[in-house]
């Protein structure tokens, strides 16, 4: 998922969660102040990761696929 306007005097998040609803509102909420970029599991989270920028990352727990313990777990072993 692209960030929205993406800019560079902006600080970017990763903001992964298998709710859509929540997904958008934090989008909604964040976009104005950060550079956002939304992932749907743990999965969606390491593809964005591999080819973005970071600034910081906030991941549901309970998520299919690969689940944030999961996500978290592969994000350091890659780091």
């Known amino acids: 998922n692209e960030a929205l306007q993406l800019s560079p005097s902006k600080k970017t998040i990763l903001f992964v969660d298998d709710n859509s609803d929540l997904r958008n509102f934090i989008k909604d909420s964040l976009a104005s102040e950060y550079n956002i970029y939304l992932g749907v599991d743990g999965r969606h989270g390491l593809e964005i990761v591999s080819s973005k ?11 299919p696929h690969l689940n944030g313990p999961g996500f978290l777990k592969k994000l350091k072993a890659n780091a």
């Open 53 to 63: 920028k970071i600034d910081l990352i906030i991941s549901d727990h309970m998520m």
